[in-house]
């Protein structure tokens, strides 16, 4: 088929939707976006209350990705991107009611209390152990495997709530962290890995990928105009409820339309695709819906005078043996401009997740009593009376990456083949950050458009 023949249905107006739609405008291939909301950007979404600049889904991203960065430079006339301040790359844990830094490198690792004496041994020897065998190991299997129970319970515990709100133990290493397991598996070693990767000499392309946390000037939701304007408002149908395509001789059409489209993306969470594809047999897409969610709240909070502890780090995770109500919370004011009036704070509490989430089915008032009651023990208060409030609820905030992982990506790849044009996306695969995101939608645009010369 030739590229004016193409036309594409875009399932979801979040932001791997939005970076498809604007990269297939570029390249001139006809396409229409469909989202059930009533704004583009999905979980996206930012607001400005009182002083005060929120996001009521993510707050950052992190440069992982070149990708991420040219999508900022292609919308340079509309969009701006922010690069975090030195707070940023300041993480605390809560060890035995005090904050204690993250350590960033070998010596902090030896010299911190996180972790036990036996494991500092471990963190010593962890460049001669053996490399794990088992391509299906979980993240807790392998920390304890090279680095010990310290180290995970006071290290990877803690950062994998913060970015899956999961369990570790539930997580499959080579699709959750991909990277991490590359080390291991290309260098024999973490720490060998890492100096090694560090010395290689890397490409002006591979350098955009700064790994700095960023978010958009003046919060996510800048971004997501930029994308809508530049793909044109006419090309994002939003408000469209029971969104259903069918099968046809020639493609795909919407069940309530005529009109026939060459590709169809879904963009959307696995818990939808049998509505959304109601010609795909229930048990075809078992392994892709039985992947788990973590449920998670977020409470943005601010205060006009922030009379508590000072705040200069990205934020403070909270590991599960602490066994505190809350995940952990980011210090946003601390470290992104305008998002609290001068001498206030802006912070994100979340609770829930995968260990607790019957935290998240708690209504408003208890929320907001244990976010308040969590605050002024951890944070120094002397007292609860925020300027700003707000309660956000995710009943699937995450997707989890666990052990279905390799029969899932088997079946998109089975269910890609057997109907030629579709094209399954979104976070069922390939990520779950902001710069995967890009990536993906970047990366399913050039497949279409390499697929249409």
């Not at 396409?31 to 002083?51: A, L, M, R, S, Y």
């Not at 080390?183 to 060998?192: H, N, R």
């Not at 939003?238 to 993306?265: M, P």
Request: charged share 25%; hydrophobic share 40%.
């Amino acid at each position: 088929m030739n590229r004016e023949k193409a036309k594409i249905a875009i399932a979801g107006a979040g932001l791997s939707g939005l970076t498809t739609a604007f990269y297939l405008k570029k390249a001139g291939v006809d396409f229409q976006v469909f989202d059930k909301n009533e704004k583009p950007g999905g979980v996206i979404q930012t607001h400005n209350e009182n002083g005060f600049t929120y996001e009521s889904g993510p707050n950052t991203g992190v440069l992982s990705r070149p990708e991420a960065a040219e999508l900022f430079e292609e919308l340079t006339n509309d969009c701006s991107l922010e690069i975090a301040n030195e707070a940023a790359k300041a993480r605390w844990i809560w060890k035995k009611d005090k904050w204690v830094p993250l350590p960033s490198g070998l010596a902090g690792g030896i010299t911190t209390p996180l972790f036990s004496f036996a494991d500092k041994l471990r963190i010593l020897g962890e460049p001669f152990r053996k490399k794990g065998n088992n391509p299906n190991e979980s993240l807790a299997q392998l920390v304890l495997r090279r680095m010990g129970k310290s180290f995970l319970d006071y290290a990877i515990d803690p950062f994998i709530l913060g970015i899956y709100s999961g369990d570790p133990g539930k997580l499959v290493t080579r699709y959750a962290f991909p990277k991490l397991y590359r080390l291991e598996q290309d260098y024999g070693s973490f720490i060998k890995g890492s100096v090694k990767k560090a010395r290689e000499l890397k490409t002006e392309r591979d350098k955009k990928a700064t790994k700095e946390i960023f978010s958009a000037k003046n919060g996510l939701s800048n971004l997501i105009h930029a994308l809508t304007k530049n793909i044109g408002e006419d090309r994002i149908t939003l408000n469209y409820k029971d969104l259903h395509f069918r099968k046809t001789e020639t493609g795909f059409a919407i069940d309530q339309d005529n009109d026939d489209f060459s590709h169809v993306i879904s963009t959307t969470g696995g818990y939808v695709l049998s509505d959304l594809f109601p010609f795909i047999r229930k048990e075809q897409l078992a392994t892709i819906q039985q992947m788990k969610y973590s449920k998670v709240v977020q409470v943005s909070v601010g205060f006009r005078q922030w009379q508590g502890l000072s705040l200069p780090a990205f934020g403070g995770l909270v590991p599960s043996v602490e066994q505190r109500q809350i995940l952990g919370v980011l210090f946003l004011s601390s470290f992104l401009e305008n998002r609290a009036p001068q001498g206030g704070a802006l912070l994100s509490v979340f609770l829930g997740g995968v260990r607790k989430p019957e935290i998240a089915e708690l209504p408003d008032d208890e929320i907001i009593r244990i976010t308040g009651k969590e605050l002024k023990e951890m944070m120094q208060l002397q007292e609860f009376n925020p300027d700003l409030i707000k309660v956000f609820r995710y009943r699937h905030a995450i997707p989890q990456y666990g052990f279905e992982s390799e029969e899932k990506l088997k079946t998109i790849n089975n269910l890609e083949t057997i109907y030629p044009g579709l094209i399954l996306a979104g976070n069922i695969r390939d990520g779950i950050g902001i710069a995967d995101r890009i990536k993906q939608g970047k990366n399913v645009a050039d497949q279409i458009i390499t697929s249409l010369k």
